[in-house]
T-cell receptor, first 114, second 110 residues
Framework: SQTIHQWPATLVQPVGSPLSLECTVE??????LYWYRQAAGRGLQLLFY??????ISSEVPQNLSASRPQDRQFILSSKKLLLSDSGFYLC?????????????FGEGSRLTVL | GQQVMQIPQYQHVQEGEDFTTYCNSS?????IQWYKQRPGGHPVFLIQ?????EVKKQKRLTFQFGEAKKNSSLHITATQTTDVGTYFC??????????FGKGTKLTVNP
């Protein structure tokens, strides 16, 4: 069966510090991968998505970046965090064939920037 | 770009009352999906609608996809306290992007 792991679950970072959130998927190959942010417990904002290794599409201009160094690994990074980067970050995957489109979410990473 | 609007933002009901949330897309969709997020949790997939005019039921939940494939609704009959959470619709156009609505937060008073 497929599983998705996301870490860390919680982190508190000072303004200006770097960020690295990691997400890995197991039990499948060539998934579509997504990073969403949820601010103030509300809507889900699509940040990045990837259809393959090294292929990243950015949806919102910001100081965040994403990378996909391996087929089932998706990383969200920042060189210098802003206060506005606080939120709940969710990684998700979906298969590229069959029931494509249904997203499976990780448990999320709650980031507080102070 | 593609936008998905969802109303209402909040809904408070007494246990046993019905609940409906509505979703509208600015563009025609290839499919629409519904997710539920419990407080403190992550979104969990409920259902996907693909065909124009499609209606699907899951126990007390009824999902509809409009004829023009631009709107959808989720109706819960006789709500229970276990229904609390935020319900999101998410629309997919012609790409791999899935755009979420802002969600409807449902609270149920026992």
């Amino acid at each position: 069966s497929q599983t998705i792991h996301q870490w860390p679950a919680t982190l508190v970072q000072p303004v200006g510090s770097p960020l690295s959130l990691e997400c890995t998927v197991e039990g499948t190959s060539n998934p579509n991968l997504y990073w969403y942010r949820q601010a103030a417990g509300r809507g889900l904002q699509l940040l990045f998505y990837s259809v393959g290794i090294g292929q990243i599409s950015s949806e919102v201009p910001q100081n965040l970046s994403a990378s996909r160094p391996q087929d089932r690994q998706f990383i969200l990074s920042s060189k210098k965090l802003l206060l506005s980067d606080s939120g709940f970050y969710l990684c998700a995957w979906c298969p590229t064939s069959g029931r494509a489109g249904e997203l499976f979410f990780g448990e999320g990473s709650r980031l507080t920037v102070l | 770009g593609q936008q998905v609007m969802q109303i209402p933002q909040y809904q408070h009901v007494q246990e046993g009352e019905d609940f409906t949330t509505y979703c509208n897309s600015s563009t025609t969709l290839s499919n629409i999906q519904w997710y539920k997020q419990r407080p403190g949790g992550h979104p969990v997939f409920l259902i996907q609608l693909v065909k124009s005019g499609e209606v699907k039921k899951q126990k007390r939940l009824t999902f509809q996809f409009g004829e023009a494939k631009k709107n959808s609704s989720l109706h819960i009959t006789a709500t229970q306290t276990t229904d609390v959470g935020t319900y999101f619709c998410a629309g997919q156009g012609g790409s791999e992007k899935l755009v979420f609505g802002k969600g409807t937060k449902l609270t149920v008073n026992p």
